[in-house]
């Protein structure tokens, strides 16, 4: 299953796994939809069987199957897959969502056009699934985009980057320490901290990936939801192992940050307002123009009403002269004086010839 051309790939993509090798199918799927060809799938199974089949990659396309050594988990998955890395970035997917197929091209094409920034991400966007009658998920419609500008003092306080969304320079990984395993819940948050402080961020705003949320609770966003036990837990760690990163600059950057937030959102609100208020314009004068429709036919129907009223008149009219007419002639025939007068016309008529 390694048969791609010799030396290093452009990109090495880390797809993490564990016993849902229906979702794995979708996910690799839409790898070989890539754009590019120049990448190294490393499938880091979690746990669960993998039929050899659905890891049959494209042609001239890299792929790896990895075994995570024990005891295992989502963190240590994505170590093994950074350790066995070999591209010059390294991008991430889990095996629930997908790239769209310009994902790898888009964010290694700009990484190789810049020195000054060593991680790019793209918008994700979120998309929610339930689980049909079928056994399959289906999608029910999106929740959210994931698009924010990065700010690397927000970034201590909120994660608005999806890890599906990211491509980083394999070294900076590396020099970050990789994935926290301390953490089995926002290891990604976390080492996006660490990397944030090796290197500038950059977002790139198409959406290039699909972040999927099944409403069975079937995955991590789900099953330990934003303010629920379980998360909150994982996110006091998180702000106590980076405590001394925070400080009054870092506090008032994030101020700034969701200040920003807010005046986007009011002047969001403001042009979604004032773009209703111009459709309710739009559908008055549409119904305006209806109703004079209506009435213009109304009033079309009525003429044709009459006209149709007055050549039923006259057709009567027509009827009525022609029954005298007839009645008339009828008369004529049956007079005295054209009984006599009819053979002396047809004698003239012969001696004429």
């Known amino acids: 299953m390694n048969d791609g051309p010799g ?4 990109v090495s993509v880390v797809l993490r796994t564990k016993d849902r090798p229906r ?3 979708e996910a690799l799927a839409s790898l070989r939809a890539q754009t590019t060809p120049d990448f190294e799938t490393l499938v880091a199974n979690d746990g669960g ?5 659905i890891l049959e990659p494209a042609p001239g396309r ?3 199957l990895l075994t995570p050594p024990a005891p295992g988990g989502r963190t240590r998955a994505l170590n093994a897959g950074l350790a066995a890395a070999t591209g010059r970035y390294v991008a991430y997917l889990d095996d629930d969502d997908l790239y769209h197929p310009d994902h790898l091209a888009s964010l290694a094409g700009f990484l190789d056009g810049t020195d000054e920034y060593g991680a790019a991400y793209s918008s994700v966007e979120q998309v929610v699934q339930t689980l049909g009658a079928d056994g399959r998920y289906h999608d029910a419609g999106t929740r959210f985009v994931f698009g924010h500008a990065f700010d690397r003092d927000r970034i201590l306080f909120k994660n608005d980057v999806p890890l599906i969304a990211l491509m980083h320079r394999r070294e900076l990984g590396e020099r970050a ?3 926290d395993e301390a953490f089995d819940l926002f290891e990604d948050w976390d080492f996006l901290v660490r990397l944030s402080r090796l290197t500038r961020f950059h977002h790139l705003p198409g959406v290039t990936a699909v972040y999927r949320v099944r409403d069975d609770g079937s995955n991590a966003t789900t099953g330990a939801p934003w303010l629920g036990e379980a998360a909150q837990a994982a996110r006091r760690q998180l702000f106590a192992k980076h405590a001394a990163l925070r400080g009054p600059e870092s506090e008032m950057g994030v101020i700034d940050s969701l200040d920003r937030d807010l005046w986007e959102s009011r002047g969001e609100i403001r042009r979604m307002g004032e773009a209703l208020a111009a459709r309710e314009r739009e559908v008055a004068e549409a119904r305006s123009r209806i109703a004079r429709l209506e009435e213009d036919l109304g009033s079309l129907r009525a003429d044709m009403a ?3 009223q007055a050549s039923g008149e006259r057709e009567t009219a027509a009827a ?8 008339q002639l009828d008369a004529v025939h049956r007079s005295l004086w054209w009984r006599l007068a009819t053979p002396w016309w047809k ?6 010839r």
């Open 7 to 10: 030396g290093a790939p452009r």
């Open 23 to 25: 979702l794995l199918a």
């Open 49 to 53: 069987a993998i039929d050899s089949a």
């Open 62 to 64: 890299r792929l790896r």
């Open 177 to 179: 320490g990789g994935f």
């Open 306 to 308: 009459r006209t149709g």
């Open 320 to 327: 009525k002269q022609a029954a005298d007419l007839a009645r």
């Open 347 to 352: 004698l003239k008529s012969l001696l004429q």
